[in-house]
Nanobody
Framework: QVQLVESGGGLVQPGGSLRLSCAAS????????MGWYRQAPGKQRELVAS???????DYADSVKGRFTASRDNTKNTAYLQMNSLEPEDTAVYYC?????WGPGTLVTVSS
């Protein structure tokens, strides 16, 4: 099993940017696809972006053109670059690899 820890969340104004990181322990990180999820208050957890071990990405319609997922398998780390943030992006963001989840990092978009 892989241990995951997200970082990079915080408070940002609408239109701003944040870069989330997901640091993984264990070499199995590099052989699995990974996903970025978010859960807003009172809502179900949803998939925001996914990236294969080879770097192919897919995005939820709500974030296409604004978010970019990437990964560095040599560092066992994945990233989520979030631009043009909107209040609706406020949520706890989680990374997922196979059956493992990180504890999440809170992103708050507010003026």
């Amino acid at each position: 099993q892989v241990q995951l820890v997200e970082s990079g969340g915080g408070l940002v104004q609408p239109g701003g940017s944040l870069r989330l990181s997901c640091a993984a322990s264990g070499s199995i990180f590099r052989i699995y696809p990974m996903g970025w999820y978010r859960q807003a208050p009172g809502k179900q957890r949803e998939l925001v972006a996914s990236i294969t071990n080879g770097g192919n990405t897919d995005y939820a319609d709500s974030v296409k053109g604004r978010f970019t997922a990437s990964r560095d398998n040599t560092k066992n780390t994945a990233y989520l670059q979030m631009n043009s943030l909107e209040p609706e992006d406020t949520a706890v963001y989680y990374c997922n690899v196979y059956r493992s989840w990180g504890p999440g990092t809170l992103v708050t978009v507010s003026s």
